[in-house]
């Protein structure tokens, strides 16, 4: 046999479907620079450099990104050894002629490599390389196949002696003794075990490949993960940056506010020290007339005295209305700030919950492979806490466990005390615990509060009661 045929191509991906194909060469000249494409100007492409047997069955894949500019040319410094990496790529799932090798993010052979790479869809729904598959069957490119069909049984058969043989089985499987094979039933017997290994060899290479390719699903889900909580990781910091500096805005502004206040408020000190001046002035001036005329004197004054009363009401309703206005700013300012804390708690509050989904998703991860989450709590015993269950455990759990015991939580805690510490609760005299030793009450349900934790003394006392009777025995 001839050494065998491989194409290589690279494929276009838009939504997850293959747009179009052309053959390695055909890309060489892309990169070049001597053909453009005008479907992906400005577009960072999902590509696939593919290798295609003469069968047209796919053999090794390579899941890169290229960028095109306006122009439809593709990116001058991109450069990513698709050969080196199809040649060095770990195994993929089995896409017909047994496991490819895939290059992608979460298997690349070459680190540096792997940001230009990209993660294929593995779900049924909607396959990356069960496309790839199909452009490859389809045969778009025109590739030389060679679907020449296996030997038929019969002909097979037709072309052998007419006598009894086995048929082609696992080369690993030993061949029977000839005396053994003279007898019908043995021939039979090792036949079955021959098919029965055959059988058990098939099932493990199946078995063997549904696992790598559920691990390489797994691996990329990882990666998207990874990328989707960095890119959310950032948006909460710009926003959380944004919102910081709008709050020193608001601060400077109040500050500013402050001092325009603090202004006000001397301006009025000097108003009302230049009235006093005037006042005495005036005082000075009607002394001064009082000698010439008393009747105009009285006029004067009292002219004066309502003037006086007059600009100084008006200047004080003036200043108290700017004060008014300047305190209504303050409490705006005020109640501005106290939404900007609100609005900051509440993106701490998601980068908590972004936090605690990841390890929601590890718990509910560990409840699909069968893990069990079972606690210990005195008065229940081991308790196995179903997954939906487990928010509420962990944000109230003395509660959880009291409702598992029927009973409230003030009662379980009365009684994890008294299970504690099995001792008389009353008060003496001198005001310090009566401490006897009890009988330990093992269930919360029969657990009573000023029975279960009092001594024969002190049982079915009230406190008031138990008061009185240390004053009598006094």
Not at 149 to 176: G, R, T
Not at 192 to 206: G, I, W
Not at 242 to 253: F, G, I, T, Y
Not at 386 to 411: R, W
Request: aromatic share 6%; hydrophobic share 35%.
């Amino acid at each position: 046999m001839g050494r065998e045929t491989i194409t290589e191509a690279v494929m276009f991906f838009d939504q997850g479907h293959v747009v179009k194909e052309m053959l390695y060469p055909e890309f060489e000249a892309v990169l070049d620079g001597v053909v453009q494409i005008n479907d992906f100007r400005n577009l960072l492409v999902k590509s696939a450099f593919v290798e295609i047997d003469s069968t047209l069955s796919v053999r090794s894949a390579v899941l890169f990104m290229i960028d095109f500019d306006e122009q439809g040319y593709a990116d001058k410094d991109w450069n990513i050894p698709l050969q080196h990496l199809a040649y060095s790529a770990g195994l993929g799932p089995d896409l017909g002629a047994g496991p490819i090798k895939l290059a992608c993010r979460s298997q690349c052979p070459v680190s540096w490599h792997q940001a230009q790479m990209w993660d294929p869809e593995m779900s049924p729904d909607a396959s990356h390389l069960v496309s790839i598959k199909r452009a490859a069957e389809t045969n778009n490119l025109g590739i030389l196949a060679d679907r020449k069909p296996p030997p038929a049984p019969a002909a097979v058969a037709a072309s052998q002696p007419a006598e009894i043989s086995p048929p082609i089985l696992d080369q690993s499987v030993p061949i029977l003794d000839a005396p053994l094979a003279a007898d019908p039933g043995i021939e039979s017997r090792a036949l079955e075990r021959r098919l029965s290994k055959q059988y058990q060899k098939e099932h493990r290479d199946k078995v063997a490949n549904l696992i790598k390719r559920q691990r390489l699903h797994i691996s990329t889900l990882k990666t998207r993960f990874k990328e989707e909580l960095m890119q959310t990781n950032q948006l909460l910091q710009q926003e959380k940056q944004q919102q910081v500096k709008k709050l020193d805005a608001l601060k400077k502004e109040m500050a500013m506010q402050s001092r325009q206040n603090e202004t006000l408020k001397r301006t009025m000190k000097q108003q009302l020290v230049e009235f006093r001046r005037s006042r005495e002035e005036f005082a000075q001036q009607l002394q001064d007339m009082e000698s010439e005329e008393m009747g105009d004197i009285a006029r004067i004054k009292a002219q004066y005295e309502d003037q006086m009363a007059q600009r100084l009401q008006a200047a004080t309703a003036e200043l108290q209305d700017q004060i008014e206005v300047r305190d209504v700013e303050m409490a705006y300012r005020n109640e501005l700030d106290g939404q900007m804390q609100e609005e900051l708690e509440s993106l701490r509050s998601r980068v908590e919950e972004l936090t605690l989904r990841q390890s929601d998703d590890v718990l509910e991860d560990l409840s699909h492979k069968g893990v069990v989450f079972v606690a210990y709590h005195p008065g229940v015993g081991h308790i196995t806490i179903p997954l939906h269950d487990i928010p509420k455990y962990m944000n109230h759990t003395m509660g959880y466990v009291a409702s598992k015991c029927f009973v409230s939580e003030e009662q379980y805690n009365q009684w994890l005390r008294h299970y504690e510490s099995p001792n008389c609760d009353a008060r003496t005299t001198d005001g310090s615990r009566c401490s006897v030793r009890l009988d330990r009450i093992d269930s919360p349900g029969m657990y009573v509060d000023g029975h279960s934790n009092h001594c024969d003394k002190h049982r079915g006392l009230s406190a008031v009661e138990a008061v009185k009777a240390a004053r009598s025995s006094q």
